[in-house]
């Protein structure tokens, strides 16, 4: 392969994986192989200047930025660090850095300020008066999402801040994390929804600071360390000083942070905390290295990309290897089947690690495991262990490689595979065990039916006991049949019968939900219940119709038809009606609703001051209009704020969509 093929192939993997990062929060491959391909491509393009291209993703700062939020310009770039593996690396930037202030000897010519690297999603605050005025994310680099409103719902965060000798105007960088206990609570709740699980707390944080819904934000429990202070009247010339001062006015400045006077101090540090991290109890990625003076750091400059006076060490993933004892296939609660990873047990970042997923076929296939192979385990950042490979070399001479099931491993139904999808399903729906335990168990969970004393031991029980064969039986139970069970006493009984009365008082979008209608996640659940109102509505309505509900698409409007058009599911329906589950939203006050709107598709776009962007949809909604995300030809018109997102007016201009603020908008529906 030639220079220039090879420097477009990496081009493009980059630019994929810079989008899989920093858009979709869903990384295919490590940060240190990342980095690898980076580097691979800034030497070709140092040896090959003729192919340089203004565009490459060397000449790039990955981007974060979202629609739904107003995009502020960073009063100074927020640029990425330099980083490396080897220790080697980070001694020769020492001396570097050494040379360049005039000191060659052992002890540098300034302390340099080694920091712990957490591996969040970065944020900028900016201060005015000692008052929280704005939080912007890195974005890319010259300009961020304006995300205030949820930065405000982390509590560490001071919003205003004590007396204290603090400048009138400054600006703190630093990194929003969820701490592993949050992140663990999360995925255990994603887990049990059959929702996507996060992959490491640094996605979950960079996800949870993009919601719209800042009380959602609130719930996930968010935190931030912060580690750098910009001010035109900065109170020392130092950095070390400015973040203790920083630490004094109520900002949280890791205990890590320690002044280093030598490279042997530099070497001991990065041993040191290699090891200790894993006590710490939130992700960490490595270590930051900067020049502790700030006019020293003004004397060393920038690169294009990062400052020459800071480097970041970047710890290797945490990796084990054990043997497979045998690959076993589960059956989750939509018929998916899961190949997983039974291993001899490994210590991994503080844990024993028993058991991974495989995920599906392809993987399975595409690591060539066979059975009793030794394989790699790694976390890394990642609390979810995860297979990167075999060791070929210890293969045992005769093994078969893994070869996924046909049949389901519980019913023996024969597998399907839907085109395009890569997971093979049993679909025997109301047949399988572990089908139906997996809905009885999503119907009672907490953000469903919320049932007390029901969790997935007693679901299964129940279901082995004949007690609870489909959800609508759980109407019918009674506390003596309950004492009869193991484990169930008179108290867990009473409660659990407690429990189910009062899930009849649960609201119409969380019964709706608790179906396990395929693909009506929690979110949609709720849009529909209140465009539709009621469960005999959402019965009698067409797929066209269905088709015109915000969020729902082809797939989500024929799961809804196949599972109305099943008979069963009808009389399950009606069961749970007549128990007192609640298949319907309450009838509303519709003395303030209108048809000024009635028909028209309406875009909200902008910051506004007059109403909240929740109270001029919910306007909308009463005057007969119909909310959009996104503009297109059947838009009648938006309703811009300040700071309209660019691409949204420039496609509205293209279209000729017509374009009204919020004065215009309140004399049209108040006449």
Known sequence: MSPAQRIQELRQQLDRHNRLYYVENSPEISDREYDMLMKELEQLERENPDLDDPLSPSHRVGSDLAKGFTQVVHARPMLSLGNTYSLDEVNEWVNRCNESLGNSGGLLSVPLVGEMKFDGTSISLTYEHGRLVRAVTRGDG??????????????????????????????????????????????????????????????????????????????????????????????????????????????????????LHSTAEVDDFINRWDVERRNLPVATDGLVFK?????????????????RWAIAYKFAAERAMTRLREVSFEVGRMGVITPVANLEPVLLSGTIVKRASLHNEDIVKSLDIHDHDMLYVEKGGEIIPKITGVDVDQRVEGSEPIKFVKNCPDCGTPLVRMPGEASWVCPNKYGCRPQIIGRLEHFVGRHMMDIEGVGDENCSLLYDAGLVRDISDFYTLTPPPLESLDRVGPRTAQRIVDGVEASKNVPFDRVLYALSIPFVGETVSRKIARAVRSMDRLRSMTREEILTLEDVGPRIADAILEYLAYQPNIELIERLRAAGVLMALPDEDLSDHTDLLAGKSIVISGVFSLHSREEYKAMIEKNGGKNVGSISKKTDFVLAGDNMGPSKLEKAQKLGVRIIDENEFLKMING
């Not at 020049?291 to 400052?307: C, D, E, F, I, W």
């Open 291 to 307: 020049v502790n003076s700030l006019r020293q750091q003004l004397n060393l400059g920038y690169t294009a990309k990062s400052p």
């Open 142 to 259: 010259e300009k961020g999402d304006d995300v205030t409103a949820n930065v405000k719902t982390i509590r560490s965060i001071p919003l205003v801040l004590p007396a204290g000798d603090w400048p009138e105007s400054f600006e703190i960088r630093g990194e929003i994390v969820l701490p592993w206990k949050a992140f663990d609570r999360l995925n255990e709740e994603r887990a049990f929804n059959e929702e996507p699980l996060f992959a490491n707390p640094r996605n979950a944080a960079a996800g949870t600071i993009k919601m719209l819904n800042s009380a959602e934000v609130a719930k996930r429990g968010l935190d931030a360390y912060f580690y750098y202070l910009l001010s035109d009247s900065l109170p020392a010339d130092s950095h070390y000083e400015n973040m203790l001062k920083a630490r004094e006015w109520g900002f949280k400045v890791s205990d890590v942070m320690t002044l």
